[in-house]
């Protein structure tokens, strides 16, 4: 595996420093700080309710934060307004969990909108570069007109996937990649997410409770607990951990299921 | 905008020295902001005669998917020509994005749908039409089977949401609709003040004004209300749950959608639209009543006393008596478009005008083959 040697240098693409974030008296975090550094798959794990979802949200501007500084690609998001933000939204791109696409357009639609928006290229260059957006995540080519509602979850994420990736995005944010996915398409997600960043040079950052997916795919684990972060490093690293968040985290029974698994998957490559 | 002050990619023809081949050279961003200008000048190039051609992109600052697809085409249809095109000095990590590239390359072109010709889209219309009666009519026996068993067995009637229906139907379209039929009141009183004073006979503005409202105007006007707020509220509501899959959830767990969700609604309806009625009766003789008074000198006792000679027992019965159906039709209708949502937003919103629009004709279809059948009854 040539994930977990990859390694971390080069200027920060994501700098989270002391976030702190307060649902009326509920506080959520207490002065988070994360690093994502250029081409990582950096994941950010933790129970139900530690605010993963939410600090992927803030990082994205679609949520405000209480205190503390978020940068992405040096500027600060926390407080910019929407006009400031628009050329940093070109440069990332977002999967959400339950795919979010445009019910009322086909996926090739979901992507073309896209590029419509924020390009000048002619409509026979569009629907091209839509439809290799769509070959790229693994969809068949017949997907293209088809509406989202005729479409399985797995084919909705990676539709989903093709219009992150519509503005050949450098950072891409996934919430819950593989969830809802039975185990096969889960695995061709892994897979997906990985061959991505190594063929298209892609930051991402992902949100995840898929053990199988961090031990495949994962470069970098942050793990949430109590509001702060309680350890972070490859899962490696991790598993020896000796947080007792971390060690409940990774050594419940599913977790040693998986990081049996993934030991197995090295021992044979 | 950012895309016109960015640098532009670009393609050059060029010889190159030692070979005297002929060298295209690529050079800039070749990315999906990049690309908007080259595209267009790829179009008109006039590629130099010759059969081997060279495509050099060691000046190339950026490459993406976009550019690399651009790339990859503009390569393609020059072979296609029968040119021989050879890459060079692409950096490794371009190359084998080009490389992913072409090997991901598909049929870009969805299938060509041709125009249905103008016969077969009167046919397909006439037949949804059909389809669309012949639904709405088992959608409407479907409810009333359902009513049916649930007044066998009463127990099984929800007042619960009945009477909650009841409360956001009723209670709360009170202000809208006595203001309305207010208004119309004043309005046809308005309209008939002058032709009245014309032949004196000021005193039959009464006349003018009940009947109008009592026995038309008052039912017309709450079922319509109701039709374009409850009416609305029913099909967006169904149709969410349908998008959501809370309808199959519902079947699921063996509660009968029409149950829970048709019956509650059409029951509060038939209540409360009669009641209504009669409150827009009130409402609407008032205004007609201020207005005689500030118009005719019509004083409210005169108006009251003529009234009540004016207005038969029937009128008012025949009035309140459509305002049952008028419901019925109003809940029914914004229930069925409801259950017919598939799939997308979108869908939700075309079922809604479609509910609405549709409610708002067949009641006022009703409301005339009601004024021909109290004709031949002699009301």
């Known amino acids: 595996m040539r994930t977990s040697e990859r390694p971390a240098s080069g200027e920060p693409v994501i700098e989270v420093r002391g976030v702190h974030t307060r649902f009326g008296s509920a506080v959520v975090h207490e002065g988070v700080d994360i690093t994502v550094y250029p081409q990582e798959i950096f994941a950010l794990v933790g129970g139900s309710g530690t605010g993963k979802s939410t600090l992927l949200r803030e990082a994205i501007l679609l949520q405000p934060v209480a205190s503390g500084s978020i940068r992405v690609f040096g500027e600060e998001v926390v407080g910019m307004g929407d006009e400031e933000a628009l050329p940093l939204r070109r440069r990332w791109g977002v999967m959400f969990e339950r795919g979010a696409l445009f019910s009322a357009l086909t996926v090739t639609g979901n992507v073309t909108m896209v590029l419509q928006e924020h390009t000048e290229l002619s409509e026979k260059l569009i629907d091209e570069i839509a439809a290799v957006k769509i070959a790229l995540t693994g969809l068949p080519a017949d997907a293209g007109p088809k509406y989202p509602s005729e479409l399985s979850g797995g084919m909705r994420k990676r539709a989903s996937l093709a219009r992150a990736l519509a503005l050949d995005p450098e950072l891409l944010f996934l919430d819950e990649p593989t969830a809802g996915l039975d185990p096969l398409s889960a695995t061709g997600i892994d897979e997906l997410i990985r061959s991505l960043r190594d063929s298209l040079g892609l930051t991402i950052m992902m949100v995840t409770h898929d053990l199988d997916l961090l031990w495949r795919a994962a470069d970098r684990v942050a793990v949430l607990g109590n509001g702060r972060i309680v350890g972070v490093g490859t899962m490696t690293e991790l598993s020896r951990s000796d947080d007792p968040l971390v060690r409940q985290y990774f050594y419940g029974p599913r977790g040693r299921a998986a990081s049996e698994q993934a030991w197995k998957q090295k021992s044979i490559s | ?379």
């Open chain 2, 1 to 379: 905008m950012t895309a016109d002050t960015m640098a532009q990619a670009t393609i050059e023809a060029g010889r190159a020295p030692a070979t005297g081949v002929v060298e295209m050279r690529c050079a800039g961003p070749w990315t999906v902001r990049g690309i908007a200008q080259l595209e267009q000048r790829l179009e008109g190039l006039s590629w130099p005669p010759g059969r081997e051609l060279v495509i050099d992109g060691s000046a190339m600052s950026a490459l993406d998917t976009s550019g690399a697809w651009l790339l990859h085409r503009t390569v393609r249809s020059l072979e296609k020509q029968g040119r021989s095109v050879r890459m060079q000095g692409l950096r490794p990590e371009f190359a084998s994005l080009l490389q992913l590239i072409t090997s991901r390359e598909v049929a870009a072109q969805g299938p060509v749908v041709a125009a249905p010709s103008m016969l077969a889209k009167v046919g397909e219309e006439a037949w949804s039409i059909v389809l669309g009666t012949m639904g709405y009519l088992s959608f409407v026996g479907e409810t009333f089977t359902v009513l049916f068993h649930s007044l066998l067995q009463p127990s099984r009637i929800r007042w619960r949401p009945i009477l909650h229906n009841m409360q956001i139907a009723g209670v709360e379209a009170l202000p809208i609709t006595g203001l309305l039929s207010f208004l119309m009141g004043i309005v046809i009183a308005y309209q008939g003040a002058d032709q009245l004073q014309r032949f004196g006979a000021n005193v039959f503005i009464a006349d003018l004004v009940g009947l109008a409202m009592l026995r038309e105007l008052s039912p017309l006007l709450t079922a319509i209300i109701i039709a374009g707020r409850s009416g609305s509220a029913y099909t967006a509501q169904i149709g969410t749950m349908k998008v959501t899959e809370e309808i199959d959830a519902l079947r699921t767990i063996g509660v009968v959608p029409q149950e829970l969700l048709v019956l509650p609604k059409m029951l509060a309806l038939i209540i409360v639209m009669p009641l209504l009625t009669v409150y827009t009766d009130v409402t609407g003789v008032l205004g007609g009543m201020i207005m005689a008074q500030s118009k005719l000198d019509v004083s409210f006792k005169v108006f009251l006393d003529r009234l009540d000679e004016a207005i038969s027992l029937s009128s008012y019965v025949t009035g309140v008596s459509k305002a049952p159906v008028f419901a019925m039709i109003v809940a029914l209708v914004g229930c069925y478009r409801g259950f017919q949502v598939t799939g997308s937003a979108e869908s939700v919103g075309q079922q809604t005008t479609l509910s609405v629009v549709q409610s708002i004709f067949l009641v006022i279809v009703t409301d005339a083959m009601f004024s021909v059948v109290f004709n031949i009854l002699d009301l």
